[in-house]
């Protein structure tokens, strides 16, 4: 009778290992060339088994799984990795929409006469909002996040100049008028703040939780932070 050259049990331990070494060499060399190097080890070891053909057949058919189960892991491995990355461009984004809310607060709470200018923190708030139009659309991690930025710097162009000259005029009239358009700059600043962070949500980030303290003790939260006033 013709020698066996291995034994079932060997058999099982070379599948076990072959597909061990197959994870790891697409965790290392991901793509078609790690996937050919494996099929040729696999037919190289089965034509070599002195084992009946549907035991062949067999071995063949758990390594096509083995193969294709780390191909699947690659994959979603690597769509985390870019989930993860869209997720830390939304959060981004939203830092310079706070950051922009802030510099409203700070003018509504900080400057109680009129006839005070707010040149300089304007300016630092132009500054936030130019960074953020200043990023090409398609470097977005997502259209609404996009259009939410865009509609922000729409809806507070022509409140600007409002501001500033309000502020620079000293009557009961222009700070009523600077304080609602103070207002209205911050709804805006807020919602666009709003629509990124149901972007980081729908990707099943989770939210930034940051609070500012202004020199009056005045607290401004990012939205969705717990102890946030309800609107």
């Given at each position: 009778?013709?020698?066996?050259?291995?034994?079932?049990?060997?058999?099982?331990?070379?599948?076990?290992?072959?597909?061990?070494?197959?994870?790891?060499?697409?965790?290392?060399?991901?793509?078609?060339?790690?996937?050919?190097?494996?099929?040729?080890?696999t037919a190289t070891v089965i034509s070599?088994?002195?084992?009946?053909?549907?035991?062949?057949?067999?071995?063949?058919?758990?390594?096509?799984?083995?193969?294709?189960?780390?191909?699947?892991?690659?994959?979603?491995?690597?769509?985390?990795?870019?989930?993860?990355?869209?997720?830390?461009?939304?959060?981004?984004?939203?830092?310079?929409?706070?950051?922009?809310?802030?510099?409203?607060?700070?003018?509504?709470?900080?400057?109680?006469?009129?006839?005070?200018?707010?040149?300089?923190?304007l300016a630092d708030l132009r500054s936030?909002?130019?960074?953020?139009?200043?990023?090409?659309?398609?470097?977005?991690?997502?259209?609404?996040?996009?259009?939410?930025?865009?509609?922000?710097?729409?809806?507070?162009?022509?409140?600007?100049?409002?501001?500033?000259?309000?502020?620079?005029?000293?009557?009961?009239?222009?700070?009523?008028?600077?304080?609602?358009?103070?207002?209205?700059?911050?709804?805006?600043?807020?919602?666009?703040?709003?629509?990124?962070?149901?972007?980081?949500?729908?990707?099943?980030?989770?939210?930034?939780?940051?609070?500012?303290?202004?020199?009056?003790?005045?607290?401004?939260?990012?939205?969705?932070?717990?102890?946030?006033?309800?609107?």
């Amino acid at each position: 009778m013709k020698e066996r050259l291995l034994s079932w049990g060997t058999l099982l331990c070379l599948i076990v290992l072959t597909t061990l070494v197959l994870i790891h060499a697409l965790a290392v060399f991901p793509g078609v060339e790690a996937m050919r190097w494996f099929f040729r080890t696999t037919a190289t070891v089965i034509s070599r088994l002195d084992a009946p053909a549907w035991a062949q057949a067999i071995t063949a058919a758990l390594a096509i799984v083995a193969a294709s189960a780390a191909v699947v892991w690659q994959q979603r491995k690597q769509a985390d990795a870019g989930r993860q990355d869209e997720i830390r461009k939304l959060k981004i984004l939203a830092s310079g929409l706070f950051n922009c809310r802030i510099v409203i607060e700070y003018l509504e709470t900080q400057i109680s006469l009129a006839g005070v200018p707010a040149d300089r923190e304007l300016a630092d708030l132009r500054s936030h909002l130019d960074a953020l139009e200043r990023i090409p659309p398609f470097d977005y991690p997502s259209w609404p996040a996009f259009h939410a930025i865009q509609a922000a710097a729409e809806a507070y162009k022509p409140l600007e100049p409002q501001i500033l000259q309000t502020s620079r005029t000293l009557s009961q009239r222009a700070w009523d008028a600077r304080e609602k358009h103070l207002a209205r700059a911050n709804r805006v600043f807020l919602e666009a703040e709003r629509l990124v962070a149901e972007s980081i949500l729908e990707l099943k980030g989770e939210l930034q939780q940051v609070r500012c303290v202004l020199a009056d003790g005045h607290i401004v939260y990012s939205y969705g932070h717990p102890q946030q006033p309800k609107n």
